[in-house]
């Protein structure tokens, strides 16, 4: 049956297409003559949280930064390699920066809200994107900031600047700030090292929840909180993918020994 | 280390420490005598209507109403040519050259345009605007050879005012797919605007006590009447005491006025930086970032 042979090959091809939220395919990155990414492959599923692990240095930022073309902004960098979001290549000649990074949020170390109120900060996105409509802004923002966790405290003083938050509240502003238009994939970059242990433990549960409506990749140096909210973890090492598996697969039995060696502290 | 050691490290501290303070004290010394001197000079001269009043008496007597208009209006019109221009200099420079041998090449020239005397900017405005331009003697030609020495000041504090905002904000407004012109226009330059206002500050005190950019181009030895229009000429604060200090018709009887048009000179200076302090202080904590 030669035929029903090839046939099943394609459909299993297209479903392999529409499974994987982000492909990452042989991707090379280099800073002048430095070999940042040395041939990334990764694929990463809808509605999950996978961690990108690694010490200092290891290229895991980096490969973050691929997928809404924050690398553009470096000088001197080169790229190789694809990059597909939902199939298609977000490095093609077609894809308009700007549009990209509507469609895919970013979360910073440091909080960096803009110094403007906090209604402003959360419907910067919208007005940059030529939405003026007062209502649907207040909606958005609002529902934003509920997603974030952050609208019962700010509920009352949405008119005051984002400066007098704390720096856990800021770092939840900053993510009802990326929610806001409504991306499909959420960067973070690690999101919590910046801030004190209840905080952290407050963006943790609110990861865990985002996973619902959003493709969440996060860079984290904390061990534990790649265990406890990622599904899938990727270790990194000297600008390439070592390993990537399941999160209690990595954490329990590792293929490769230099991740034994990183996550049991041998290293890093 | 000994006991002794200690000790003479401390009294080198204080030593030196003194030294500082002195030397400070000593700069903080001559501002104010300068000050002082030509305040209790002048002083006694400035009234009403040495402010409102034509000169007379081959500038004898009388006031120099029409040099204060003359200066203020050439800080207008050199800030309204040379502060865009300047600012997006700046921008230019700060956010759209990469860090190369071009971004150096512009610092450099700004920096060389800084080091020009003024009088080589008044010979310039003078054959540029003056003559080749056909502007004559007027408002125009000063104001433009005025804000061509006022931008090297503008353009640097507008960079070093960019360059010190945080990248975070850049790249938080980046990623929500702003284009780099909305970045700069809603998030880079309101936080930077406080310090460009320091560059603004400090050209309108260069601008307005100028003398040689403005002798060729624009400034009237007496003229009392007030200027129509951006062609005319005016008579301007500092030249018009260099005038009323060496070239007058009577030296001795306008020195008084000499003292007087320097303390309004002074003065006038003084009320400009404070308002511009006050829209510096409005907008810092406007857009307080920390």
């Not at chain 1, 809404?68 to 979001?85: A, F, H, P, Q, S």
């Not at chain 2, 503008?154 to 005012?161: D, H, S």
């Amino acid at each position: 049956m030669v035929f029903d042979d090839t046939l099943a090959k394609s459909i299993k091809h297209i479903k392999h297409h529409n499974m994987f939220k982000i492909e990452s395919k042989d991707v090379h990155l280099h800073y002048g003559s430095f070999h940042a990414l040395k041939g990334i492959n990764m694929s990463i599923e809808k509605n999950t949280v996978t961690a990108l692990i690694g010490p200092s240095g290891c290229g895991k930022s980096t490969f973050l930064r691929l997928f809404n073309r924050m690398n553009d902004l470096i000088d001197d960098v080169r790229i190789e390699g694809k990059c597909l979001i939902d199939g298609k290549d977000i490095y093609s000649k077609e894809v308009k920066i700007d549009d990209l990074r509507k469609r895919v949020g970013m979360v910073f170390q440091k909080p960096n809200p803009f110094p403007k109120t906090i209604f402003e900060n959360v419907a910067y996105g919208l007005r940059v994107n030529g939405i003026s409509h007062k209502s649907f802004i207040e909606e958005r923002v609002e529902r934003s900031l509920k997603q974030a966790a952050l609208w019962d405290e700010v509920k009352d003083k949405l008119k005051k600047s984002a400066m007098a938050l704390s720096g856990g509240q800021q770092q939840r502003l900053c993510i009802a700030r990326a929610l806001a238009i409504e991306p499909s994939v959420l960067l973070m970059d690690e999101p919590a090292s910046a801030l004190d242990p209840i905080s952290t433990a407050k963006i943790e549960e609110l990861i865990y929840e985002l996973k619902n409506d959003f493709t969440i990749i996060i860079v984290t140096h904390n061990m534990q909180q790649a265990g406890r909210i990622s599904d899938t973890t990727a270790f990194f090492y000297l600008g390439e993918l070592v390993e990537v598996d399941n999160t209690k697969k990595i954490f329990t039995n590792p293929n490769d020994t230099r991740t034994q060696n990183y996550i049991t502290g041998r290293f890093g | 280390m000994t006991k002794l050691d200690i000790s003479r490290k401390r009294l080198a501290e204080a030593i030196a420490f003194w030294i500082f303070r002195l030397l400070s004290l000593c700069v903080m010394g001559i501002l104010f005598s300068i000050l002082g001197f030509i305040l209790y000079k002048g002083i006694h001269v400035v009234n009403w209507d040495f402010i409102s009043k034509m000169p007379e008496d081959g500038m004898t007597k009388g006031g120099i109403y029409p040099a204060i208009i003359g200066t203020l209006c050439l800080i207008a019109g050199s800030m309204i040519f040379a502060f865009p221009i300047g600012v997006m200099s700046g921008i230019y420079i700060n956010e759209y050259t990469k860090d190369s041998w071009y971004r150096r090449f512009v610092q450099l020239m700004t920096a060389n345009l800084a080091g020009i005397p003024s009088i080589v900017f008044g010979l310039f405005g003078m054959s540029l605007f003056v003559n080749k331009l056909g502007f004559g003697d007027s408002i125009l030609a000063g104001s433009l050879t005025l804000g061509l020495l006022a931008l090297p000041v503008i353009i640097r504090t507008t960079e070093e005012a960019l360059k010190s905002v945080d990248d975070g904000y850049r790249q938080a407004s980046l990623a929500l797919g702003a284009t780099k012109l909305q970045t700069i226009r809603r998030v880079t330059l309101p936080v930077a605007l406080p310090n460009i206002i320091t560059g603004f500050i400090l050209s309108i005190g260069r601008v307005s006590g100028e003398t040689a950019p403005i002798l060729f181009t624009v400034a009237a030895y007496f003229l009392p009447k007030l200027p129509s229009s951006i062609h005319d000429q005016v008579m301007a604060l500092p030249y018009h005491l260099y005038v009323i200090s060496t070239s007058g018709t009577n030296i001795n009887e306008s020195r008084g006025m000499a003292y007087g048009t320097a303390v309004v000179l002074i003065l006038i200076v003084l009320i400009l930086n404070l308002i511009a302090n006050g829209v510096r202080r409005y907008l810092g904590k406007k857009y307080k970032t920390h």
